[in-house]
């Protein structure tokens, strides 16, 4: 397309569409260049649905108000159904030199009504139509997220009833560190995504305020009924003052920051799958339907939606980080700028519905191996603390004391290649002659998990509890 433009005026006759919005005013056509630059049809084309419910919103109220005609109002809702029926089955035809969804959507209606249709835009601006639709397709958005990360949820608790008591490595710096259960491990994410829905909550709560009447920046003299329309598309109020109503796209933002922090949450979960997948650790297997080959190493299995769900929170970052830059500097009140608010929000809702079905996809039908992570739980002396622990409760050495005779005696076992459990008790009470036959109780790996009975801990009855408890507070 770039390489065919030019300052020439539009082949396609565009002087009769581009005359309801230029009006008188104008000498020539805008220049295919102009039109590639100025046009967001492209895009905004997905916001009609909320863009006729915003149209049939003014419409009735501008009725009741008694600023235009009954019969126009019948008029326009007619053409308006229509247009939405067209767009929904495909037979509807956009044009760039119409600029965007608003302006194609009037033409038609201009089309199918004829002299009526031009009452519709009384009282009103694609500044605050434009803000308006975007809300309400932020909202939606907002919504339908909730119910993927509810979903989501649903699948990772029950993976942790499931797996309660299975025990496995945890790890901190990457490094074995105490034994947990995969149970716990699960849930540490459905309260990470429980925190991300409460954030889509309150994005949705601050932005539900109708532009709607604020008109182009300074309000309308036509007396418009702002509660009715802002009622009438299911916003709590309309926006307090106009030219915040047509110039702020905070709530993009504040969508756009919620998104980022859910992408780093899935990104982590991912790169979780991916490590448990490998050979090395062995703790799962994705099913055949959800790992892919390697065109030329037969013996791989790729866990390659794991990782493009890793590597899609650059995306969603990204786009945060693109709308920011795009508002900061702004002066009041509406700019042209704020088109390009519409792409990367659209791209990281896309981008997080593909990426938290995709979780929910893999994390349903992945195949935990618990004797590979029991056995894995048990390497790098991940009882150690358990053992120091031990030594405060049985024989009251203060914890550091503890820590001390703990540590010789990890360095015991290495030099002997065994686990602690191992050494003798005589090789024991080398480090701290107190020490009896009580100490070998606490060193399994099961034991371990079972005594992190305190609230939030990794034993199984603390798990099995903490799951049905999640289940009500994020699934009923
Ligand atoms: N397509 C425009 C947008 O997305 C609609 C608003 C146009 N307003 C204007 N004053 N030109 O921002």
């Not at 919504?143 to 993976?159: A, F, I, P, R, T």
């Not at 899609?312 to 009041?332: C, D, E, F, T, Y």
């Not at 191996?369 to 053992?387: I, K, N, Y």
Request: charged fraction near 25%; include cysteine; charge should be negative.
């Amino acid at each position: 397309m770039t390489g065919k433009s030019s300052n020439r005026a539009p082949a396609d006759g565009a002087g009769k569409d581009t005359n309801i919005i230029r009006g008188g005013r104008f000498g020539a056509d805008p220049c295919e260049l102009m039109q590639e630059i100025n046009a967001s049809v492209d895009f905004d084309k997905r916001l009609y649905v909320h863009d006729i419910a915003g149209s049939k919103a003014h419409c009735a109220m501008l009725v009741s108000q008694g600023i235009i005609s009954e019969k126009d109002g019948e008029a326009i809702l007619d053409g308006l159904n229509k247009i939405l029926q067209e767009i929904g089955s495909g037979q509807f035809t956009f044009k760039r030199s119409l600029e965007d969804i608003h302006m194609n959507v009037e033409a038609r209606l201009g089309e199918l009504a004829g002299e009526a249709a031009g009452c519709l835009h009384t009282a009103r601006s694609r500044n605050d139509q434009v803000a308006t639709d975007f809300r309400l397709w932020v909202r939606d958005a907002i919504d339908g997220l909730d119910e993927g990360l509810k979903n989501l949820q649903s699948v990772l608790v029950d993976q942790a009833s499931a797996h309660a008591g299975a025990v496995m490595p945890g790890f901190t710096h990457l490094q074995s560190a105490q034994p947990v259960t995969l149970g716990h491990h699960l849930l540490a994410y459905v309260e990470m995504f429980g925190r991300d829905r409460s954030r889509l909550k309150d994005c949705r709560r601050r932005l539900n305020e109708c532009p709607l009447g604020a008109a182009a920046l300074a309000g309308t003299s036509f007396p418009v009924d702002r509660e009715m329309t802002a009622r009438a598309l299911g916003f709590d109020k309309p926006v307090a003052n106009s030219m915040d109503a047509v110039s702020d796209r905070d709530f993009a933002l504040e969508f756009l920051a919620l998104a980022a922090i859910l992408a780093v949450h899935l990104s982590r979960l991912a790169e979780e799958i991916v490590l448990w997948c490998s050979d090395l650790f062995a703790f799962a297997r994705l099913p055949d339907t959800l790992s892919t080959g390697s065109s030329i190493m037969p013996q791989k299995r790729n866990p390659d939606a794991a990782e493009l769900v890793r590597a899609k929170a650059g995306r969603v970052i990204g786009s945060l980080n693109a709308l920011l830059v795009v508002m900061k500097g702004l002066p009041l009140a509406y700019g042209k700028d704020m088109q390009e608010d519409k792409e990367p929000v659209f791209d990281a809702a896309d981008t997080l519905a593909l990426s938290i079905a995709g979780m929910g996809a893999m994390l349903r039908d992945i195949t935990f191996r618990p004797e590979r992570m029991r056995q894995a739980a048990g390497h790098g002396h991940a009882t150690a603390t358990d053992l120091a622990d031990w030594l405060v409760r049985a024989l009251r050495v203060p914890f550091r004391r503890a820590h001390q005779i703990t540590g010789r005696l990890v360095t015991r076992a290495e030099q002997k290649g065994c686990r602690l459990e191992d050494l003798s008790l005589d090789e024991m009470q080398q480090a701290e002659a107190r020490i009896n036959d009580g100490v070998f109780e606490v060193l399994g790996v099961e034991n371990s998990v079972k005594s992190r009975q305190s609230y939030g801990g990794t034993a199984p009855d603390r798990v099995r509890s903490a799951a049905a408890e999640a289940r009500k507070r994020f699934l009923e």
